[in-house]
Every structure is written in C-alpha cells, then in structure tokens.
C-alpha cells in the first residue's frame, strides 16, 4: 500500500521548505529541548531525575542468567530484578516469563479483559515530529470534527455496544483548544461510562477542566525518554520540550483525574531502556499518588516511508512479548493495553499473559466511524489516519473471540454513584 503521509516538497512553500530543511539539518536552529515555553506550566517533583538516572545506569548486557533465574525466584520483583527481565539475558527465559505473568494477570485480574475504542476528532498539528503522520509538514487531509459531527460519530460507536471511548486530537491548540476539547468530553458522557484523553500536555488547571467536563484519565506518549534521540526526532513545537511531556502525566492527578497511562513508542531508541524508563515512570509515580489507577501500553513504530530518518530500531514480537511479561510481573497491579498496531494472532495470545485491556473497531482517521460501523454510502473518511492499524476487527468480532479464548470480555469497569 503506498504511504500518503510524507508527501513533501510539492506542496510547501519555498519558505515553508526552507525552514523544514533547516531544522533537519541545523540543531542549532532548533530550541532547547529541556526549556520551557511560555505559558507551560512547571511543577515541584523529583519523579524524572528519578527515572533518568536509572536509565541512564541500566546496562543491559550487564545481566546473566543467574540474575534473571533469581528475578523469577523472589516474590516480589524489585527494579533491579525488573532490569534483567528486560535484559537479553532473559530472552531463553520466556517461556517461564510467560507463566509467572500469567500467574500475576490471574490474581489480579483474572480472566478479564477490558475492550474500548479510539475517536479521532481532530488531525491538525503543530509539531515537527519526523515520524509521525499528522506532523505539521506532512500533506494530508487535515479534518476537525464540529461538535454535531462528534456527537453523530458517539451516537454510531455507541450503537455498537462500545462503553469506554478515547478521545484524540493531534497536538494544535489553535485548532483544537481546551474548550473544543471539553465539549468534545461532555457529549462522550452522555453516551460512555469512561472517557479518556490522548491530547497534548495541558496545565492541572486545564487538566481539572477537563477532569469536570467528564474525562476519567488521560494517557500521554512520551515517545522516548532518551533526550538526546528526542531530540533529533521532534524539531519544533510544544512537543519539543521533554520535560513539559514527562510531568504530564503527574498534572492530570493533581489536577483530580483517576488514571493516567504511560509509553514509549519502541523502536525510537533503545527499546529496553525505554521500556525500563515507561515502568520505572509508572513505580515512581504509583509510590506518590496511591490512589491513582495507572496503565502501561507498549505500541511499536509502525513502518513508515521516512525510516531512514527515523532509523528505527527493530523489535520483533518475542522482544515485545517479553517486554509486557516483564511488565507484569514487575507492575502486577497495573493494567497493560496492546493496541490495534498489532496483529489479531499476537494481542489475543498475549491477553492470556499480561495484557489486560485491548482496542476494538478501530479507526485512526477523522470522522469514519460512520462508513465504518454501519456502510453507510457516502460516509468516507474526512481526515487522514496517523498510522496504519494492524487488527481491525470490530467490537462485535473481538468480543466473540476473547470469549471463544475463555476470557471474560468487560466493557465497563466503573460505575459512577
């Protein structure tokens, strides 16, 4: 299938282009990744100097198999023991892995397995990110849905049975600012018991905002925690300030959500170290806000046309499986979401390991859940997708498959009193 996204010089003006090259080319042009822009707002927390430091100690060839052997022995996994489980060392191990994550997910899960499904409302955006699909220099469909529009798009997918939505918009606050957005989240509580956010990084006071408009948790990408390859990889917009990012996750509790989900995109950088990174955010956090419901998802870089400016890193589906076992038996209370960006075979193997929660009748366009759903002639696809998706099935279809597994499909795990 061609890629549409990266459809570059054509379409820009020289002075658009100019400046595109520029940042490629010159760091010097681009700002500080570590300062702060105006109107951002900073907090008093010591949680990424943490995380940080321990991933920039972690050696994973460092690790043997005695280490890993002895991780799996203890009980209770400490960081250390997290470390080798996520070292190569540990890669002859999965088998075993395999079956002390599944003996996690069972007792505190049991056989459960919670089902949602994405909403993309808006594909504008203001960053420079080379490796996505909606970055501002791409020439796609750009699309933002009104607020009928939304609500039609609810009305569909909630047709279908679906009760948990993720609203999504791509990072510009001119074109989808905090308002827009938290109309978007009132209309979603009319038709969803849970809404969650994947926006761009707010301030708490905007976060509580949005918290009252009827969003129950808010999940951020940090894409890598290596700063020096985040660097190199996001080269204008808010999306450039790392520590803007990072902390985000801690305003949204501040300012009251529920929950917050964490991740790293694998494949960017060191997939271990940002795995360890992604965990390690979570621990932290968990240990400081108790009360929190925290999730972890692990999605990989899909291929795109621009790799050899990414230079992914590849991460086969073993290294992915031993990356969410790992996951579990560190973080045993924590859900673990596989996206759509997998295969049908890999995410109902591993929602009878580690994972707990999983995406049905997705979409990462704008405004097709209609065409999508129903058929309907005419109703196409307003706003190009971000990435291509892996598993389409629909909630129906996945519904029948996580019960023909024997687990327990739940599309509703909150009830407001």
């Not at 420079?128 to 609810?154: P, S, T």
């Not at 271990?272 to 621990?283: F, G, I, N, P, Q």
Request: glycine share 6%.
């Amino acid at each position: 299938m061609e890629n549409q996204f990266f459809v570059d010089s054509e379409y820009l003006s020289p002075a658009a282009l100019e400046k595109k090259h520029r940042l490629e080319r010159d760091p010097a042009s681009r700002t500080d990744p570590m300062a702060y822009l105006p109107g951002m707002e900073r907090i008093d927390s010591d949680i990424s100097s943490q995380v940080i430091a321990q991933m920039d100690a972690y050696d994973p060839a460092a690790y043997t198999p005695r280490d890993v052997r002895a991780a799996l022995e203890r009980e209770v996994c400490s960081p250390e023991d997290f470390k080798a489980l996520l070292s190569p060392a540990a890669e002859p191990f999965l088998e075993q892995m395999a079956q002390r994550a599944r003996e996690e997910t069972g007792k505190h899960f049991g056989n459960t397995v919670y089902l949602f499904t994405p909403l993309y409302i808006a594909n504008y955006c203001e960053n420079y990110c080379v490796y996505c699909g909606f970055n501002c220099y791409n020439h796609i469909r750009r699309m933002k849905l009104d607020l009928d529009q939304i609500q039609r798009e609810m009305q569909v997918i909630a047709q279908s049975g679906m009760e948990e939505i993720l609203l999504l918009t791509g990072e510009s606050r001119a074109m989808s600012d905090v308002a827009y957005i938290g109309e978007a989240c009132k209309l979603a509580r009319q038709y969803f018991r849970m809404v969650g956010l994947e926006i761009y990084p707010v301030n708490t006071d905007e976060y509580r905002y949005l918290h009252q408009c009827g969003a129950d948790y808010v999940t951020v990408f940090q894409e890598t925690y290596d700063v020096k390859k985040y660097e190199t990889l996001h080269l204008m917009g808010h999306k450039r300030v790392w520590p803007y990012r990072f902390d985000a996750q801690e305003r949204a509790l501040m300012a009251g959500m529920r929950g917050v989900a964490f991740s790293a995109l694998l494949g960017l950088s060191d997939f271990r170290k940002d795995a360890l990174a992604s965990a390690l955010h979570v621990y932290y956090l968990q240990r400081k806000y108790p009360h929190a419901e925290m999730s972890l998802s692990c999605p990989r870089l899909r291929p795109i046309i621009n790799n050899d400016k990414v230079s992914p890193l590849d991460v086969g589906e073993r290294q992915l499986c031993q990356i969410l076992c790992a996951y579990r038996i560190f973080l045993p209370y924590v859900g673990i979401t596989v996206s759509s960006r997998e295969s049908a075979a890999f995410r109902n193997g591993i929602v009878k390991i580690a994972a707990t929660k999983i995406s049905a009748g997705v979409s990462t366009g704008v405004g097709d859940h209609e065409s999508k759903y129903t058929g309907k002639a005419g109703a196409e696809p307003q706003g190009d997708e971000q990435f291509e998706i892996s598993d389409a099935r629909s909630l129906e279809a996945m519904y029948r498959d996580m019960a023909g597994e024997g687990l327990q499909p739940v599309l509703n795990d909150y009830l407001y009193v």
